[in-house]
């Protein structure tokens, strides 16, 4: 089944493979989040999320969207690890 899941930017997280990142964002609670489409039949992958402010160096990781939190850009980067 396909759905949207959000996921909160402050840890690894496990997340359906192949899933699609869509947005990225604060919550109704004021949270840095990134929301995703997934497939729930798929077999769940380990992610981490690299925030990463302007002009800083890379950490790896595929580009997925920016937010800004206390007063500062964060450009947010998703890398799949091995748990």
Not at 19 to 32: H, M, Q, R, T
Not at 60 to 69: A, H, K, L, P, R
């Amino acid at each position: 089944m396909q759905t949207v899941y959000k996921y909160r930017l402050d840890r690894d997280c496990d997340i359906h493979a192949g899933a699609k990142f869509v947005n990225v964002g604060k919550d109704l609670e004021g949270v840095p989040c990134v929301w995703a489409i997934v497939d729930t039949t798929n077999n769940l992958v380990r992610y981490k999320f690299h925030c990463i402010w302007t002009g800083r160096p890379l950490r790896g990781g595929d580009y997925i969207g920016t937010v800004t939190n206390d007063g500062l850009i964060w450009h947010i980067f998703a890398e799949e690890v091995q748990p």
